[in-house]
């Protein structure tokens, strides 16, 4: 288990790079995405699953939302891809920047880092499953009102998006 969540730090530090690193809005939500599943499983391994599913859920929602709004006001027909130079060099740079800020503070703590197997997994779970019926007991009415503007943000992004003439994208 200890593997799988090294494996999603991983995997979370090399989405943050392709971030970072890459200009074009379409890849960069790519890796929000991959970072956002990373760090759900991360979360669902140390047991706190309602947690992490609503983590996953808010924030591809909003994801969702900053896309829509990022590719219509960014007109790119050929966008850089993961696989151009200057991308690579710049991703190659960022994670490595980040493997040596890791270890340098790996070598400034006093003992070894234990806070995956710290026993800590048991006091989460209660809390964790002790909020879902408060949730839907007395935030019923807040869920429906936070899914009716997920919904209108929906239909603005669509709005802005809708055509060449009418949209928020148009041709100069």
């Not at 699953?49 to 808010?58: G, P």
């Not at 050929?78 to 790996?106: D, R, T």
């Amino acid at each position: 288990m200890v593997y799988i969540v090294y494996l999603c730090m991983v995997v979370m530090v090399v989405g943050l790079g392709v971030v970072v690193s890459n200009s074009s809005p379409y890849f960069s939500a790519l890796g929000l995405v991959v970072v956002a599943g990373a760090c759900c499983v991360i979360l669902a391994c140390q047991g706190m699953s309602f947690y992490s599913l609503v983590l996953f859920l808010i924030y591809l929602g909003g994801m969702m939302v900053v896309f829509g709004f990022s590719t219509a006001l960014v007109f790119d027909p050929l966008p850089v891809s993961l696989g151009s130079f200057n991308v690579l060099v710049s991703l190659i740079f960022f994670i490595c920047l980040a493997f040596v800020i890791v270890f340098v503070l790996w070598g400034m703590s006093s003992g070894s880092v234990d806070l995956l197997t710290s026993g800590l997994v048991l006091s989460s779970l209660k809390n964790d499953t002790g909020g879902v019926s408060y949730l839907y007991l007395y935030g019923g009415a807040m869920l429906v009102f936070a899914a009716l503007v997920l919904l209108l943000t929906l239909l603005a992004t669509v709005g802005l998006v809708w055509g060449l003439e009418v949209g928020g994208l148009r041709s100069v």
